[in-house]
Protein backbone atom coordinates (compact mmCIF):
# COMPACT_ATOMS: atom_id res chain seq x y z
CA UNK A 1 0.00 0.00 0.00
CA UNK A 2 0.87 3.48 -0.36
CA UNK A 3 2.66 5.50 2.69
CA UNK A 4 -0.93 7.40 2.96
CA UNK A 5 -2.94 4.45 2.68
CA UNK A 6 -0.90 2.57 5.01
CA UNK A 7 -1.21 5.46 7.69
CA UNK A 8 -4.69 5.45 7.30
CA UNK A 9 -5.01 1.71 7.57
CA UNK A 10 -3.26 0.88 10.53
CA UNK A 11 -3.13 -3.02 11.55
CA UNK A 12 -5.90 -4.17 13.41
CA UNK A 13 -8.66 -1.67 11.81
CA UNK A 14 -9.25 -3.82 8.89
CA UNK A 15 -13.15 -4.77 9.52
CA UNK A 16 -12.30 -8.49 7.99
CA UNK A 17 -10.63 -11.44 9.57
CA UNK A 18 -7.93 -13.27 8.35
CA UNK A 19 -8.64 -16.10 6.24
CA UNK A 20 -6.00 -19.39 6.95
CA UNK A 21 -4.70 -19.32 3.27
CA UNK A 22 -5.49 -17.05 0.33
CA UNK A 23 -4.99 -16.90 -3.29
CA UNK A 24 -4.91 -13.59 -5.86
CA UNK A 25 -5.25 -13.98 -9.36
CA UNK A 26 -4.99 -10.87 -11.95
CA UNK A 27 -7.25 -11.01 -14.33
CA UNK A 28 -7.27 -7.93 -15.94
CA UNK A 29 -5.00 -5.05 -15.80
CA UNK A 30 -4.65 -1.71 -17.64
CA UNK A 31 -1.78 1.05 -16.88
CA UNK A 32 -1.59 4.97 -17.67
CA UNK A 33 1.01 6.59 -16.84
CA UNK A 34 1.65 6.37 -13.20
CA UNK A 35 -1.34 5.00 -12.28
CA UNK A 36 -3.21 1.37 -12.81
CA UNK A 37 -6.38 -0.49 -12.52
CA UNK A 38 -6.43 -4.24 -12.08
CA UNK A 39 -8.87 -6.48 -11.32
CA UNK A 40 -8.04 -9.67 -9.56
CA UNK A 41 -9.82 -13.10 -8.31
CA UNK A 42 -9.42 -13.81 -4.26
CA UNK A 43 -9.79 -16.85 -3.17
CA UNK A 44 -9.99 -17.19 0.65
CA UNK A 45 -9.73 -20.53 2.18
CA UNK A 46 -10.87 -21.12 5.98
CA UNK A 47 -10.74 -24.48 8.29
CA UNK A 48 -9.25 -27.47 6.72
CA UNK A 49 -10.83 -30.25 5.29
CA UNK A 50 -13.35 -30.26 2.15
CA UNK A 51 -15.77 -28.23 4.55
CA UNK A 52 -13.71 -26.38 6.71
CA UNK A 53 -14.64 -24.99 9.88
CA UNK A 54 -14.88 -21.27 8.59
CA UNK A 55 -17.24 -18.15 9.61
CA UNK A 56 -20.24 -20.36 8.45
CA UNK A 57 -21.20 -23.56 10.36
CA UNK A 58 -20.83 -26.16 8.04
CA UNK A 59 -20.54 -23.19 5.60
CA UNK A 60 -17.74 -23.89 2.52
CA UNK A 61 -14.19 -23.65 3.22
CA UNK A 62 -13.38 -21.49 0.63
CA UNK A 63 -14.59 -18.17 -0.60
CA UNK A 64 -14.06 -16.61 -4.22
CA UNK A 65 -15.02 -13.07 -5.35
CA UNK A 66 -13.73 -10.24 -7.20
CA UNK A 67 -12.13 -7.16 -6.51
CA UNK A 68 -11.15 -3.84 -8.49
CA UNK A 69 -7.66 -2.14 -7.62
CA UNK A 70 -6.27 1.28 -7.80
CA UNK A 71 -2.76 0.99 -7.53
CA UNK A 72 -0.20 3.71 -8.18
CA UNK A 73 3.43 3.58 -9.30
CA UNK A 74 6.05 4.47 -6.54
CA UNK A 75 9.71 4.75 -8.22
CA UNK A 76 10.00 1.11 -9.46
CA UNK A 77 7.19 -0.99 -7.62
CA UNK A 78 3.03 -0.13 -7.92
CA UNK A 79 1.54 0.29 -4.95
CA UNK A 80 -2.34 -0.42 -3.71
CA UNK A 81 -3.61 3.26 -3.71
CA UNK A 82 -7.43 2.72 -2.64
CA UNK A 83 -8.51 0.78 0.30
CA UNK A 84 -9.87 -2.81 -0.98
CA UNK A 85 -12.16 -5.20 0.57
CA UNK A 86 -11.23 -6.19 2.73
CA UNK A 87 -9.79 -3.43 4.54
CA UNK A 88 -12.74 -1.22 3.32
CA UNK A 89 -13.69 -0.20 6.77
CA UNK A 90 -10.53 2.27 6.55
CA UNK A 91 -11.08 6.13 6.91
Given at each position: ?????????????????T?????????????????????V?????????P???????A????Y????????????????????????????
Amino acid sequence: MTEELQRKCRQGEFGHATPDGARVVITEAEATGDEARVEVEITETWGEGPFGEGPVPAGPSTYTFDEVLRMERHEDRWLIAQPPWPIHTCP
